[in-house]
């Protein structure tokens, strides 16, 4: 039975822009359930505004986005753009779709955390959110 | 102590900063002390606003109905604040929550709040924290508070605890007929809504709800039985006139001086289980001779007694 | 005789149960999770009667003469960026013996948008080619006859829009409407179980699905009106059986939504195609297509009552499965598309697109392109594969999987029934489960190594080497954006209004809607008004999502 004193991180993802591919979103969302993290799922046809009010709404510490439409260079950064605004750049920006190596490299210089490329573990996510959230008691 | 390391978050709270009271909402969640001191000074901004509970079945189109109640709010222009609990896994602690998908229309509306909620799969936490949670939304400026719950487990005993009005949703294709319901939802509901009212066997479960009603004992409130297609947004209005209606029999009948009291004493009873729960866990942390004697013995409460005896 | 078989056969199985069996945990059953026997006999496949190609019910193919008579098409999927580069694009191809056009479209005119409307941002050109309006639709085309050639347009809620601008640049060309042919993918059920490329609600969606199989009935009739699609469905996560029971369920429903508007079946039924997924379970696939043909014609035969043969044949084209391609050592996709497009080949496709190596990083290069175009060609005059009909006819393991695969999917239709249809069906998330369920079930299975993808949980390299990938200029959304704001400054505006106005009154009726959009178009609205013309009406959809 888990501990209530210590709470599970929680973590906003959603799809943003106008792409629906959602299969992989959805698969690393219950991988991150299973792994004891707290999920908000906002569904599709987000905007970056819309996913940043919810993550602090939800006072959630991580952004996960899904994006395959090739919008990524905008999308990603304009996240992080407004998490600037609001004033919440504590709040951590991943991700994963269909993200060339050039791009990751590109989009770690404009504040994105972490790229997921395809292939990917679902336990190489985990692990990651792990080390970076030691005191979350994802068993 | 607690892990609150936002100096700031009283301030922030009072100009107005979502964040904080997100991070205040958070706190209580899981129970952190160092809220006391907010919630304490917060005291005197203390709004209460109206909390109206909607739980029923997946299925049942609940997040459809909550968001249409909130277009109804806000054309009313009233601030609405929405809290939404979906179940933890038990296994991992983890959890799914996606009620927000239903209400797109209000993001970025300032004037609404939605925050979801695990269950946290513990006994008498979900009612603890959404108590407190109404307090500070109301401190908050929030005109009305909507809990939704999903009807499983002991959630809507939870949810009927704390809202003023329980509003319990049906379908007409649930399947099993109005029988099969359990019989707790039955009890504490206030007011029957069923949504997509323009499915097949509708009728049905009008007639069923109202025999089952029939054979209830006489209650000066009589739950009403309401239909709505959520997705059209019809029906709702009468659907919040019943629970303006349901309010003001609570006054008038002086339900509501009553519920308030006797919700007080639950409230502190539940504190003080735990405070005496946490208490419990650190003195057989802190003293292996008690926990020793405990096992050796296997004397529970004789146990538990002596730790609530014992001077702080 | 008899008694000699089943002993060699009792024989064979205990010395299979006494041999050393492999211990590397890889699963044994298809990816779809059908249990595999390790062999198959006569005794396995049902008693049958003999069935042949181009006879009811069709399993071994819709013609006598299969691809002796006449090559599947080799229709590669393309378009990025302007009007002008695919136009290019194009050309490259046709030069390079491709045999029909397949437009992609990028995701704001997929969703109905304009290039410079405020949720486009970032996403013009991208995953297809802009179009905005007539005008760059004219580019798209110009200089390639739209009378001697056939094109595939995938697109969906904005299907009806593109259809009409084909039309009027046929026309500004003098091909009449009844020459045209070609497919449009129309298939609207698809996008609310898998690829939510969603617009309006069920039922207008439906409407409209349903005027332009009736419009082109009269005015079209040489146009396959709907591809009724598997791929993304089984993308989405889906099993080889619901992607076959999926699939042929959503072309029941345009069936009977057709049925109910007072067509006759036979005037629509034979412009219905599919479109299904090749995936790298190879004999899966095959056995998934030959059971397609046979299902769809006993029920179009048997339940709908069509008279006429070609109502009865199943018509489809493929896609190698883009979700088998891997990020890591790309030049695998090389291998896995030949082996998928075998699949296709064995199964009867009529038609087939091949995927790019390079299209889990990005759009194709030219060079990627041009190996998928010659891994068709290389099946089609090396490998000996269309020299004869069905070969795998008559293979018991090949035909024991059909079988099964049919029962599976008998065993969905039923299920679905019971729910009411595929539309409840869709509204209580019913496909979006099962499809996400089999995905996470996979996904596990590659985590436990209990399935291999080369490259990716086995056989990797430390160091991938780069390979050049397609960049799609920034400048262009500016350029597109531009473009678009000049059309609706050049045309006649009074024109346009009155149109989109007719066609806003239009939905709000019953008319068939497919002369107002055409009308709407030849007045050169965007596709952005257009949409808005009936969203006005029918409103948007939001969907119940299922995690």
């Known amino acids: 039975?888990?501990?209530t004193a210590v709470r599970p991180v929680r973590i906003v993802v959603a799809k943003v822009g106008l792409d629906g591919h959602d299969r992989g979103v959805k698969v690393v969302a219950r991988a991150l359930r299973d792994a004891g993290y707290e999920v908000i799922y906002t569904g599709l046809r987000q905007t970056p505004e819309m996913v940043v009010d919810a993550a602090l709404q939800e006072d959630a510490q991580v952004i996960g986005l899904s994006i395959h439409s090739g919008a990524h260079m905008t999308l990603f950064p304009a996240v992080v753009e407004e998490l600037k605004r609001r004033k919440a750049t504590d709040i951590i920006v991943f991700g994963g779709g269909i993200i060339p190596d050039d791009d990751i490299t590109a989009l770690k210089k404009r504040g994105v955390e972490k790229i997921f490329t395809p292939g990917t573990p679902l336990q190489d996510i985990v692990d990651w959110l792990r080390k970076r959230f030691p005191d979350s008691p994802a068993k | 102590m607690g892990e609150n390391t936002d100096p700031d978050l009283l301030k922030r709270f009072r100009s107005g900063d979502v964040r904080a009271l997100a991070r205040a909402i958070s706190l209580i969640e899981r129970r952190d002390e160092s809220v006391r001191e907010l919630e304490q000074a917060l005291r005197p901004d203390a709004k209460t606003p109206g909390v109206a509970g909607f739980t029923g079945a997946p299925g049942t189109g609940k997040s459809t109905l909550v968001d249409a109640v909130v277009s109804l709010l806000r054309k009313k222009q009233s601030s609405v604040a929405v809290l939404a609990t979906d179940p933890n896994s038990p296994f991992s602690g983890g959890a799914i929550l996606g009620d927000r998908i239903r209400m797109q229309r209000h993001a970025l509306d300032p004037k609404v709040f939605i925050r979801s909620m695990g269950a946290r799969g513990h006994l008498g936490g979900l009612s603890l924290a959404s108590r407190e949670a109404i307090r500070l939304l109301g401190a908050f400026g929030f005109d009305e508070v909507i809990l939704e719950t999903v009807g499983v487990g002991q959630s809507e005993l939870e949810v009927a605890a704390v809202a003023d009005t329980t509003v319990v949703v049906l379908t007409p294709n649930l399947g099993d007929s109005v029988q099969m319901i359990k019989a707790g939802i039955l009890e504490i509901a206030d007011i029957f809504v069923v949504n997509k009212a323009d499915l097949d066997g509708y009728t049905r479960v009008m007639a069923e709800l109202r025999a089952m009603l029939s054979l209830a004992p006489k209650a000066k409130w009589k739950p009403p039985i309401l239909a709505t297609v959520a997705s059209r947004q019809e029906g709702v209005e009468q659907l919040w006139e019943a629970v303006l209606a349901h309010r003001r029999h609570l006054e008038k009948s002086g339900q509501a001086q009553a519920l308030s009291e006797q919700r007080l004493r639950d409230e502190t009873g539940e504190v003080a289980a735990e405070l005496a729960r946490r208490r419990a866990r650190q003195a057989l942390e802190d003293d292996p001779e008690l926990a020793r004697r405990l096992l050796a013995d296997r004397t529970p409460y004789r146990t538990a007694e002596e730790i609530l005896d014992r001077k702080r | 005789m008899k008694v000699r078989a089943r002993d060699a056969k009792e024989v064979w199985k205990e010395e299979f149960e006494s041999s050393p069996a492999r211990d590397d945990g890889i699963e044994t059953s298809t990816i779809s999770g059908v249990p595999l026997q390790p062999l198959y006999t006569a005794g396995d496949r049902q008693r049958r009667e003999e069935e042949l190609p181009g006879q009811f019910p069709y399993t071994r193919g819709?013609?006598?003469?299969?691809?002796?008579?006449?090559?599947?098409?080799?229709?590669?999927?393309?378009?990025?960026?302007?009007?002008?580069?695919?136009?290019?694009?194009?050309?490259?191809?046709?030069?390079?013996?491709?045999?029909?056009?397949?437009?992609?479209?990028?995701?704001?005119?997929?969703?109905?948008?304009?290039?410079?409307?405020p949720t486009s941002r970032g996403e013009v050109g991208h995953c297809g080619v802009a179009i905005d309006s007539l005008a760059d639709m004219e580019t798209l085309f110009d200089?390639?006859?739209?009378?001697?050639?056939?094109?595939?347009?995938?697109?969906?809620?904005?299907?009806?829009?593109?259809?009409?601008?084909?039309?009027?640049?046929?026309?500004?060309?003098?091909?009449?409407?009844?020459?045209?042919?070609?497919t449009l993918q129309n298939d609207i059920l698809k996008e609310f179980i898998a690829q939510k490329e969603f617009i309006f609600p069920p039922a207008p969606s439906m409407r409209l699905v349903v005027d332009s199989i009736e419009y082109c009935a009269q005015e079209v009739p040489k146009w396959n009106t709907i591809s009724i699609s598997g791929y993304h469905i089984r993308e989405a996560g889906s099993t080889a059986a619901q992607e076959l029971a999926f699939t042929l369920a959503d072309g029941m429903a345009y069936v009977d939504a057709c049925l109910e508007r007072g067509m006759h079946i036979d005037d629509f039924a034979s412009r219905l195609s599919f479109f299904f997924d090749a995936h790298i379970d190879f004999f899966e696939e095959i056995a998934k297509f030959r059971a397609a043909r046979r299902i769809w014609a006993r029920w179009m035969r048997e339940r709908y009552g069509a008279q006429q043969e070609r109502s009865w044949k199943l018509r489809f084209h493929t896609q190698t499965a883009g979700v088998s391609l891997t990020a890591q050592q790309p030049e695998l996709n090389i291998a896995r598309t030949a082996i998928e497009a075998l699949a296709a080949v064995l199964g009867g496709t009529q038609s087939l697109h091949t995927n790019a190596m390079d299209e889990v990083l990005a759009l194709p290069t030219d060079r990627a392109a041009r190996i998928a175009l010659r891994t068709q060609q290389l099946l089609a005059y090396e490998t000996g594969a269309a020299n004869t009909i069905d070969p795998l006819g008559g293979s018991y393991f090949v035909e024991a999987l059909t079988d099964e695969m049919e029962r599976q999917a008998e065993a969905y239709f039923k299920r679905i029934d019971e729910i009411g249809g595929v539309i409840p069906a869709i509204e209580v998330g019913c496909f979006l489960e099962e499809s996400a369920d089999a995905a996470f079930r996979y996904q596990k299975e590659l985590e436990l190594k209990r399935r291999i993808v080369v490259g990716v949980n086995d056989f990797t390299v430390d160091e991938e080497e780069p390979i050049d990938i397609l960049r799609i200029d920034p400048r262009l959304e500016s350029q597109q954006s531009e473009r678009v704001r000049d059309v609706r400054r050049k045309r006649d505006q009074a024109r346009c209004t009155n149109a989109l106005q007719s066609l806003s009154?239009?939905?709000?009726?019953?008319?068939?809607?497919?002369?107002?959009?055409?009308?709407?178009?030849?007045?050169?609205?965007?596709?952005?008004?257009?949409?808005?013309?009936?969203?006005?009406?029918?409103?948007?959809?939001?969907?119940?999502?299922v995690v």
């Open chain 3, 143 to 182: 200089g390639i006859p739209l009378g001697d050639i056939t094109t595939s347009m995938t697109i969906n809620s904005p299907a009806a829009i593109l259809l009409c601008m084909y039309i009027a640049v046929a026309e500004k060309q003098g091909v009449p409407a009844s020459k045209l042919g070609g």
């Open chain 1, 1 to 3: 039975m888990p501990s």
């Open chain 3, 505 to 545: 009154g239009a939905a709000a009726g019953t008319d068939n809607l497919m002369p107002y959009i055409l009308d709407a178009v030849r007045a050169y609205a965007t596709e952005g008004e257009i949409m808005q013309a009936m969203i006005e009406v029918f409103g948007t959809y939001t969907e119940t999502a």
């Open chain 3, 62 to 117: 819709i013609h006598p003469s299969g691809y002796r008579g006449r090559l599947w098409t080799m229709r590669q999927f393309s378009g990025f960026a302007t009007a002008e580069e695919t136009n290019r694009r194009y050309k490259y191809l046709l030069a390079n013996g491709q045999t029909g056009l397949s437009v992609a479209f990028d995701m704001p005119t997929l969703m109905g948008q304009d290039s410079d409307a």
